[in-house]
């Protein structure tokens, strides 16, 4: 029964994002905004509204609160279903390192915003767990994941040429990461943007989610376009990988975070769930963003965050069901 009960709750936290990504699918057939849509809007949300919503969270959000051992089970779980992917990618399908970054983020990298929210609020009865993994993710993963894509990506001679200077310098480049330090930088000297300026930043951050969810509903119409009707980017070997990364975003992390929280740190009840619960989210369409940004191919991206949010219902409806009696009892 607990399980039911709580399904018509997470059933509500997914509506948005399956709606929003319909619309996307609907303008990308109908081709009402053109055919440098989706282009454009991924470059927007990228370069422009998610630097906003990255500074706006981070800079009020007290910097010590993911520095307990709660994050420690999820960042463990986090750091395992990362290196699982990117080792695959490596070993199994033979992937240059941009690629076994994506196939990492996919793997490990969380629906912590717009879908972590409305999910901790439904099963934890709150969302303050959700503050830490975002700085987490944001201030640790995202760094470390947009270096490697930058290696990834840089051509022999620009790498030759300054390879370390270049990495030294790329927060500056980044719109990413210097929204992100911006931001840590206000939070850790207490410094409140003017509330004019505080407003603006969020009402343009707000655009960032609906935006990055449009375009990958606009992709999913685009992978259908090849020759004789068949998926332009589909095959054994592409279905075979993203089958991996998401058993291992669905599977094989929040069991991970489940096993260090439990056995190892042996937390309270509710924080173990928090700990599953927020592990267990599907993979950010911040992946999906980022592909296009470094100019991969976005299927394997798009398809790991769609699927992965398919399949998450029952993975967080388990966790649900499994941990909540005693975490409330």
Known sequence: MHALESLHPLLSA????????AIGYLVGRSGLLGEQAEAVLGRFVFQVAMPAALFSMVAKTPL????????????????VACLLGFAVSRWLFRRHLAERTISGMAAGYVNSANLGIP????????????????????????PVMLTLLEAGTADDGRRRAGGVRRMLLMPLRNPVILASALGALCSAVHFRPPTGLGHSCELLGGAGVPTALVTLGMSLHGRRRAAGGAPADAGPGL????????????????????????????LPAHQLLAVVVCSALPTAQNVFTYARQYGLST???????????FLSMATLSAASWALGTSAHA
């Open 64 to 79: 010590d609160t993911f520095a307990n051992a709660s994050m420690l089970a999820f960042a463990t779980g986090t750091a």
């Open 14 to 21: 997914f509506i948005p994002i399956w709606a929003l990504t």
């Open 239 to 266: 279905r075979a990988e993203v089958g991996v990364a998401v058993a291992v975003k669905t599977l094989i992390q929040p069991l991970a975070a489940f096993s260090v929280g439990a056995l190892v740190l042996h």
């Open 119 to 142: 999910v901790a609020v439904q099963v934890l009865g709150d969302a303050s767990f959700i503050a830490p993994v975002l700085l987490f993710q944001v201030l640790v993963v995202t």
């Open 299 to 309: 299927a394997f991206a798009r398809d790991s965050v769609v699927y992965s949010t």
